[in-house]
């Protein structure tokens, strides 16, 4: 029999995972992606765990902070899309994330240019996402950055501009600036299509929006905490 010598544990139901996920399923409508959210650690369940239950369950498409919690979860097996948020800033960081087949978020015109140099030399495909900045002010582009990041990757081969998106701030309780947050990235997606530039995944909700604004669901939500049983 195993000795325990700590007496903290936790202990994850497996099944509540499924009912979670099978209730966020029954509101999202025909050909809307679900992207699983694990950041920190899937808010302490277990990333890796966790992501094999929701594999098995028909989630693909993960989602995560920070650079070594891609890679853990690539170190755990995990070989479905994960998308990692934060921006890389080094070549040595991006060059990792490129050899591990991440995808990258791009949230400046100085990454774009990081990306664009570095894929070409090491002859790497690239999928990323485009961070838009319509009011959160951590990280993001402006229209005109988006425009310019497009026309700068338009001429890589290597580069695959799969999505677009941004953070609603104060979605669980403002609902006045979230609606003008989400007019503002509906503009910024028709503008980009205006000028030729159409990005397949366009998502902008998270836990908070997806319950409490179906029509901002666009071809893809991000869900981390309704996973985990918490309602935001």
Not at 88 to 115: F, G
Not at 147 to 176: D, V
């Amino acid at each position: 029999m195993q000795n325990i010598t700590d007496d903290r544990w936790l202990e994850i139901d497996v099944d509540a995972i499924k009912h979670n996920l099978e209730q966020v399923k029954s509101r999202l409508k025909e050909k809307v992606r679900l992207i699983a959210v694990l950041k920190a650690d899937a808010y302490g369940h277990g990333a890796a765990e966790t992501a094999r239950i929701l594999y098995q369950n028909g989630v693909d498409f993960f989602a995560v902070s920070f650079l070594e919690e891609a890679l853990a979860l690539r170190r755990a097996g995990i070989r479905s899309s994960i998308i990692l948020f934060s921006p890389l800033i080094s070549e040595e960081q991006l060059a990792i994330a490129l050899d591990n087949h991440l995808t990258v978020t791009l949230t400046s015109p100085y990454d774009t240019r990081l990306l664009d140099q570095l894929s070409r030399r090491m002859n790497i495909k690239a999928t990323v996402h485009l961070k838009v900045d319509t009011g959160l002010g951590r990280f993001g582009m402006t229209l005109e950055e988006l425009l310019a990041t497009c026309q700068t990757l338009k001429g890589n081969s290597c580069i695959y501009i799969e999505g677009i998106y941004t953070h609603m701030a104060e979605a669980a309780s403002n609902p006045g600036y979230t609606r003008k947050q989400f007019t503002s990235f509906i503009s910024i997606v028709g503008e980009l299509k205006k000028a030729g530039f159409r990005i397949p995944v366009c998502h902008c909700a998270n836990s908070a929006v997806f319950l409490k604004y179906p029509e901002m669901h666009l071809n893809a939500v991000r869900i981390g905490t309704l996973l985990s049983g918490e309602v935001p």
